[in-house]
């Protein structure tokens, strides 16, 4: 674990040392980008699928190098090239409304198609869209097809309006995986299905996700030894990535396990980009993704003002795990539909709102942040109802910030600077009267 010994304000904003997770995860993601960008010059087919509802566990059923466009614009959002390619995308006639995702995606093929490595994509041999309530995914998806002109599959994943899954839901969709998408795969990949081969990689899934579930429910302590947002966001990477189902998957997060009970142990706050974050004044849970372009500077805005955020909803966009679900060996294909049932992009309103005003009860939070992602639909509908009902069922105070994904022309530092410092002070006023009521 890093030793630091200045405080925060004395150090100039630098990389601080990093933990042996963070240098594991980047070591992974390397590797990742240099099997996917030498998949043709080594045979090896590719698949291209996105993070919400992704079946990781089934790819790799039939050796397919896994390449999520999300994960690129991410990529590429932080290392501040999204910019360029977003409005590459506008000039190519894509509405400034679009989710900046797929404008950050199409105008980076449009400019060479280049992974993180320098090297060019491959162009996928077959593309399996999960669908998961964000109706982008198939336009999207669609936009692809017509570049790559190659294999398409879509398993359809019916909206828990109702807030359950029914028997019903679950059988269409295992329906689907049988006669759709398992042959579709073996076909394109000439490898053979072994539901075998599907239950060692469940069960991988499985111990990293009680790993993850344990470092995440770390932040119900005080102080929180992590930050489950700014934090959260690097924690979830393998899980909701291409390494679900993998012993690299299982070794990241036992590290990771093992750090944060180190944290515990010794009373510390989450690490930040600066160090460690200093006395925990707020405790915080956040909806919505955050800004990838100014990713440091927004994680400031909250890590300066002792700021910690204890649960968000985010970090459940590839899959919710707190609540029990595990990926299971024994119904391997019944594990996947729910899995796909239950992420957050295709929960009901009233079921985000319950998750949310749990998450300040159980993880006892001063309050809600929502950043309102400009381009993202998805998110966004129904957040201002969202922000009443969870004020009003937890008497916590709720506020709205906004932003986008990977444009960097809508973050303006001064606005959201401006609403977090009012924020904190409704937290404080609130803090004060319920202890002046209780004198
Ligand atoms: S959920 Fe939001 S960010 Fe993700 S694809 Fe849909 S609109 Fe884009």
């Known amino acids: 674990m890093t030793e630091i010994t200045t405080s925060r304000a004395e150090r100039p904003a630098k990389d601080a040392v990093k933990d042996e997770s963070m240098l594991k995860q980047k070591a992974m993601m390397a590797g990742h980008y240099d099997r996917l960008t030498s998949a043709t010059e080594r045979g090896e087919k590719v698949c291209a699928t996105f993070v919400p509802g992704n079946l990781n566990e089934l790819i790799m059923c039939f050796d397919f190098a896994n390449n999520l466009p999300e994960v690129n614009a991410i990529q590429n959002g932080l290392r501040k090239k999204s910019g360029r390619y977003v409005m590459e995308s506008e000039k190519l006639g894509h509405s400034e409304d679009v989710c900046t995702y797929v404008k950050s995606d199409i105008g980076m093929m ?30 999207w998806f669609e936009l692809l097809r017509e570049q790559y002109q190659c294999e398409t599959i879509m398993l359809h994943t019916p909206y828990e309006g109702d807030g359950w899954v029914t028997e019903n839901m679950r059988n269409y969709m295992v329906k689907q995986l049988k006669e759709e998408v398992i042959p579709k795969l073996e076909r394109v990949s000439g490898v053979k299905f072994d539901i075998d081969r599907l239950r060692e990689n469940l069960k991988r899934s499985a111990v990293a996700e009680d790993d993850l579930v344990y470092v995440l429910q770390s932040a119900k302590n005080k102080p929180s030894p992590i930050d489950a947002y700014f934090g959260g966001i690097y924690y979830i990477g393998p899980i909701f990535g291409a390494f679900r189902g993998t012993d690299d998957a299982i070794d990241y997060y036992r590290t990771l396990r ?53 649960a968000s909803s985010y970090t459940k966009v590839g899959g919710v795990y707190d609540f029990g679900f595990r990926h299971d060996p024994e119904r391997p294909l019944e594990s996947l539909a729910e899995y796909c049932l239950g992420v957050y992009t295709n929960r009901s309103l009233p079921q985000r709102v319950d998750m949310l005003v749990d998450y300040v009860n159980e993880y006892e939070a ?65 803090r004060a009267g319920v202890k002046g009521a209780a004198a």
């Open 110 to 139: 449009a400019m060479g198609n280049l992974a993180p490595n320098g090297k060019p994509l491959p162009s996928p041999d077959v593309l399996l869209l999960s669908y998961t309530g964000c109706f982008t995914f198939m336009k």
């Open 258 to 310: 093992a750090e944060v009970q180190d944290r515990l142990d010794n009373g510390r706050g989450p690490v930040t980009p600066e160090g460690d974050m200093g006395e925990e004044k707020y405790r915080l849970v956040t909806e919505g993704p955050p800004n990838y372009t100014s990713f440091r500077d927004f994680w400031k805005m909250f890590y300066d003002e002792g700021a910690v955020v204890v």
């Open 366 to 430: 001063d309050g809600l942040l929502i950043n309102s992602i400009k381009s993202c639909n998805s998110f966004s509908a129904g957040q201002l109802l969202i922000m009443r009902e969870v004020e009003k069922r937890t008497g916590k105070p709720a506020a709205f910030v906004e932003s986008d994904l990977v444009d960097p022309r809508y973050f303006s530092a001064a606005n959201i600077k401006n609403r977090m410092e009012s924020y904190f002070q409704m937290v404080d006023q609130k």
